[in-house]
């Protein structure tokens, strides 16, 4: 089991950086893929970024093309802990930003992660 807490959201103005925090805890997990997904009211949660082992220690990090160039995964397997660090901040990345580790290689999909953070409110002022 793995169980997963946040940090660091809060309320920013457009054009700033935000650095999300999920810290595990119950087990290694060097080798869960380990993603940050965003919901809105009204909508379904959307993925924004992941992280999945690629061979020794290698790991491939996707995003959304929305987060392309601001945002940054990554991950420190010592200190059981995923990041995201979110640059250029704008009012559409508003929502409740979710953490989540699984053990599929299909990074994409919020059906394929069984461990979720409790979710971090993201407010981007314009």
């Known amino acids: 089991q793995v169980q997963l807490v946040e940090s660091g959201g809060g309320l920013v103005q457009a054009g700033g950086s935000l650095r999300l925090s999920c810290a595990a805890s119950?087990?290694?997990?060097?080798?869960?893929?380990l993603g940050w997904f965003r919901q809105t009211p009204g909508k379904e949660r959307e993925f924004v970024a992941a992280?999945?082992?690629?061979?020794?220690?290698?790991?491939?990090?996707d995003y959304a093309d929305s987060v392309k160039g601001r945002f940054a995964i990554s991950r420190d397997n010592a200190e059981n802990t995923v990041y995201l660090q979110m640059n250029s901040l704008k009012p559409e990345d508003t929502a409740v930003y979710y953490c989540?580790?699984?053990?599929?290689?299909?990074?994409?999909?919020?059906?394929?992660?069984?461990?979720w953070g409790q979710g971090t409110q993201i407010t981007v002022s314009s």
């Open positions: 992280m999945r082992w690629a061979g020794r220690s290698t790991y491939y990090a």
């Open positions: 989540a580790a699984g053990l599929s290689w299909d990074i994409y999909s919020p059906k394929n992660y069984d461990y």
């Open positions: 119950g087990r290694t997990f060097s080798d869960y893929s």
